[in-house]
């Protein structure tokens, strides 16, 4: 019981006072935010952490987690979409399959840095 208090009590001090930036902003989008409004990512991830302490932690050490976050961004302005479990690229040029499931999909952008790259660049126009 105490080591349940003491996970909360961390997950909630990590929200409150520890994550910025762009580090804040990925984990609201992964705990259901997606916006740039900087009180609303935090509130975002302050309420998922006071739901699952252990899970926003989880989340926000994970190497995958800008990717995640990149994915779900691109999937909200439709960039990225999903047939089946196939997660596929609308690029600029024409659709690029990531992978066969969203596991395959991360595992192609964290080797991939030109591709993450260009997914971003697709994203911040528009």
Partial sequence: MIEDKTVFADALYFATNVIEGQELKDLAVLCGYIGDNVDLQRASVIE??????????????APDMKIRALIERAKSKRIIKSKGSILIWASPTGDLTLGADYSEAISKLMKDTDTFGAIEKHLSRK
């Fill in 48 to 61: 998922f952490a006071m739901a699952k302490p252990a899970k926003v932690q989880a989340l926000a050490d």
